[in-house]
């Protein structure tokens, strides 16, 4: 219930950055809403294929880039949020049925979003040192980016190896893991560039003002879509 407020609050923010109409009484929200939830409610019906279930959504945002959208070259904005927004959901949503170790992945994923933002704020403002891309994000640093790297690998590797010596939960040999926690968390920050090069695109300052001084939710969200998206086709195009 929660992840799906905060997917329809990223909706409503996507749709009011890039110039469609945001607002709760939009028919751009609803038609977003329907295809989203659509989408998530795939899921309980044991799809053959679980790339079906973002298809509700691409056909939401498809029918609102014909619609509303106001050129050919902001076609592709407008199709890509409820795809944005339904990500919140279905991958963790997948992950957490897997089985066994379903729990355990989704804490994994947690993990090496939050873990990967806390170690960059640390490391940035300790180290400090050359801006990682200054016309995106100006207060990202070289330092920040790899001290978050480096604590989104190692913390979130030792929870897995810790799980599976203390219940015997197993997911990944150690190689494995420790590639895909890393590619884990470079996706994440590769999120969070993503939204603020988005933001500068279309001159906005914040998502939104949902918490005050933090912005909207998709501030909030932005690495966290962007690694669960990757851990959930990692694991279904790789089986892992």
């Not at 891309?133 to 207060?139: A, E, G, N, R, T």
């Not at 998709?218 to 690495?223: A, G, K, Q, V």
């Amino acid at each position: 219930m929660i992840w799906g407020v905060a997917a329809l609050a990223v909706w409503r923010e996507w749709a009011t950055i890039v110039g469609l109409d945001g607002r709760l009484s939009s028919p751009v929200f609803w038609i977003g809403l329907l295809g989203i939830t659509a989408s998530v409610g795939t899921i309980f019906f044991g799809l053959p294929f679980v790339w079906f279930a973002f298809v509700p959504a691409a056909l939401a945002g498809f029918m609102i880039a014909v619609l509303f959208s106001r050129s050919r070259s902001h076609w592709v904005w407008s199709m890509t949020g409820p795809l944005y927004a339904a990500s919140i959901i279905i991958g963790p949503l997948v992950l957490r049925n897997r089985g066994d170790d379903g729990l355990m992945i989704v804490v994994w994923l947690f993990l090496v979003v939050w873990i990967s933002d806390i170690g960059a704020f640390f490391a940035g403002r300790t180290i400090g040192g050359p801006k990682l891309w200054p016309s995106i994000s100006p207060k990202k640093t070289w330092s920040g980016s790899i001290g978050g790297l480096l604590a989104g690998t190692i913390v979130p590797v030792g929870f897995v190896l810790a799980i599976k010596a203390i219940f015997g939960v197993v997911w990944l040999s150690v190689g494995p893991l420790i590639v895909l926690t890393l590619s884990t968390a470079i996706t994440a920050e590769g999120g969070d560039l993503f939204e603020s090069a988005m933001k500068r695109r279309f001159n906005v300052k914040d998502s939104g003002d949902l918490i005050p001084g933090h912005g909207g939710m998709m501030d909030r969200l932005d690495s966290y879509v962007a690694a669960a998206l990757f851990v959930f086709m990692a694991t279904q195009w790789f089986g892992i």
